[in-house]
Structures are given as structure tokens and as C-alpha cells.
């Protein structure tokens, strides 16, 4: 295998050119790869998931004692104190450092949904506000956006031409 030497700026820099297999490619990325915990992932994204979902009852509680609502009427006010909730800690930058460590457990809840949203604004708000925010805004959260109507869509057809899904 012969060597090259190229010079820039006084500095000699030696250049091997090998040519790898794809074989031998595989073997030394996976010499590489950082290990994963995976049992330790799935416990912190379960035990985070909980506690979001904990939070959550416990705003819906609070809206039910002290609101007087029902548990039906109490759910919307409740998913938006949440999302609140997790758009000023994104503002702060604590959401991102939990959602780091918990991963999928701080991602899935309607939590994660707004810190998706939160942080693509922020991350554009140099560009303006029409331009920058409302433009990027929906960039990561847009195709979650068009599944849920779509799968609502059809649900609801499925609904109107079968009778299935439930009461009215």
C-alpha cells in the first residue's frame, strides 16, 4: 500500500490509500459502535412516560375537584396545560435534556409532540416570524400531523360504512 505526501502550508500530512472492502468496512464500524443499554433505555423511557402520564392525571384531577368537571370535560383543558408545560421547558432547555436521557419515553406523550414543535420554532425564529417560525414550525411534527388525519379519516369511514368504533 503506498503512501502519499501532500504538503499545505509547511505541514506534512501522510495519506494512506487503502482501499476497503465492504466486509472489512462493517468489522471496524462495528468495532466502533458505541454499546447500548438496551434493557436501561426501556426502563428510563417507561419510567419517564409514567411520570408525564402521572403529571397529566394529576392535572386532571385538579381540574375535576376544584374545576367542577367531569373527567370528559376536564381531558382538553388537561392535554393543554401539558403542552404548556412542556413548551416552557423547551423554551428553557430542560425538555431537551430530559428527552436526551429518557428518549422514547419523553417523545411518545402529546409532550413530545409539542417540545417537536417548540423547538423547530425556536430554532427559526432568526428567519421571522412568517418565514422563519411558520415555515419550520411543522418540520418534524408535520408528517405526524398528516398521519393522524389520515388514520381519523379513515376511521371515520370505516365508522359511517360498518357501525363499528363504538357509541354515539
Known amino acids: 500500500m503506498p503512501a502519499k505526501t501532500k504538503s499545505r502550508s509547511g505541514a506534512r500530512v501522510?495519506?494512506?490509500t487503502?482501499?476497503?472492502?465492504e466486509q472489512d468496512y462493517k468489522e471496524i464500524a462495528k468495532k466502533h459502535k458505541p454499546k447500548t443499554n438496551i434493557f436501561g433505555n426501556c426502563l428510563k423511557a417507561f419510567f419517564v412516560g409514567g411520570l408525564i402520564c402521572l403529571i397529566g392525571q394529576c392535572i386532571q384531577q385538579l381540574f375535576m375537584s376544584y374545576g367542577g368537571m367531569t373527567s370528559k370535560e376536564a381531558s382538553s383543558p388537561t392535554v393543554a396545560v401539558l403542552i404548556i408545560i412542556s413548551v416552557i421547558l423547551t423554551s428553557f432547555g430542560v425538555y431537551d435534556k430530559i428527552a436526551q436521557w429518557a428518549g422514547a419515553g419523553s417523545a411518545v406523550p402529546v409532550t413530545g409532540f409539542a417540545n417537536s414543535m417548540c423547538s423547530s420554532a425556536l430554532e427559526?425564529?432568526?428567519?421571522?416570524l412568517v418565514l422563519g417560525?411558520?415555515?419550520n414550525m411543522f418540520k418534524l411534527a408535520g408528517s405526524v400531523i398528516v398521519f393522524g388525519v389520515v388514520a381519523a379519516f379513515l376511521v371515520g369511514v370505516v365508522h359511517v360504512i360498518f357501525g363499528l368504533g363504538g357509541a354515539h
Open 14 to 16: 501522510k495519506l494512506n
Open 18 to 21: 487503502m482501499s476497503l472492502t
Open 124 to 128: 427559526s425564529k432568526a428567519e421571522g
Open 133 to 135: 417560525v411558520g415555515a
